[in-house]
Each structure stands twice: as structure tokens, then as C-alpha cells.
């Protein structure tokens, strides 16, 4: 089993930062690819970033999100700059391995004046 604790979130202005922190414990280790995923109500799941042994940014948040991994903890971090409205979602970190795929409970993120 992986359990996460997932830290960081809250409201923020257009504009503004938010670093978001997952901490993953459990049969992880560096082999595992590690993601950030969001969710707006009414829509579907999408992939943000994720990290294994590159790391790749969705077109809508190249240059603004930097996805980091602490391996050695099993952390992982999304430092989000220069927010806009449309970024306000439920952020999950999630962990993946083959057909094996873990989530955590998601923090809310809101961009808004």
C-alpha cells in the first residue's frame, strides 16, 4: 500500500505562487514515475506533470510549474508560478508503477483576485 500526505494549496492571486508538496510512504522507490494531476468539477482528470527519468509539463503550464523529486525522502513538488484563474483545480499527486497506481486525496488550489 502507498499512503500520501499532501501539503501546500489555499487561495492565491492571478498572478502569484504556490508551491504544492506530496510525501508518499510505502513500497515506492525511484522506479516508481511520480505525477501531479488536477481536476475542475464537470471536467476529467488531467496530467500536469509527472517525473521518472525526464519530466514533462502539460503545454499550458511549460514555463510557469517546476516538478521536483526528492527520491530519497519520496517527495515530490510542484512549484507553481505566475498562476492564472484557469489553474484553480484539485491538484492529486499520484504514484505509478506498471499496472500498479496510487493517489492521494487532492488540495484544492484557487486562483482568484
Known amino acids: 500500500q502507498v499512503h500520501f500526505v499532501e501539503t501546500g494549496g489555499g487561495v492565491v492571486r492571478p498572478g502569484g505562487s504556490m508551491g504544492l508538496s506530496c510525501v508518499a510512504s510505502?513500497?515506492?522507490?525511484?522506479?516508481?514515475?511520480m505525477a501531479w494531476y488536477r481536476q475542475t468539477p464537470g471536467k476529467e482528470r488531467e496530467l500536469v506533470a509527472y517525473?521518472?527519468?525526464?519530466?514533462w509539463y502539460r503545454d499550458s503550464v511549460k514555463g510557469r510549474f517546476t516538478m521536483s523529486r526528492d527520491s530519497a525522502k519520496n517527495t515530490i513538488v510542484l512549484q507553481m508560478n505566475s498562476l492564472k484563474p484557469e489553474d484553480t483545480a484539485v491538484y492529486s499527486c499520484?504514484?505509478?508503477?506498471?499496472?500498479?497506481?496510487?493517489w492521494g486525496q487532492g488540495i484544492q488550489v484557487t486562483v482568484s483576485p
Open positions: 517525473i521518472d527519468h525526464i519530466v
Open positions: 499520484s504514484a505509478q508503477y506498471g499496472a500498479a497506481s496510487y
Open positions: 510505502g513500497s515506492i522507490t525511484s522506479d516508481w514515475l
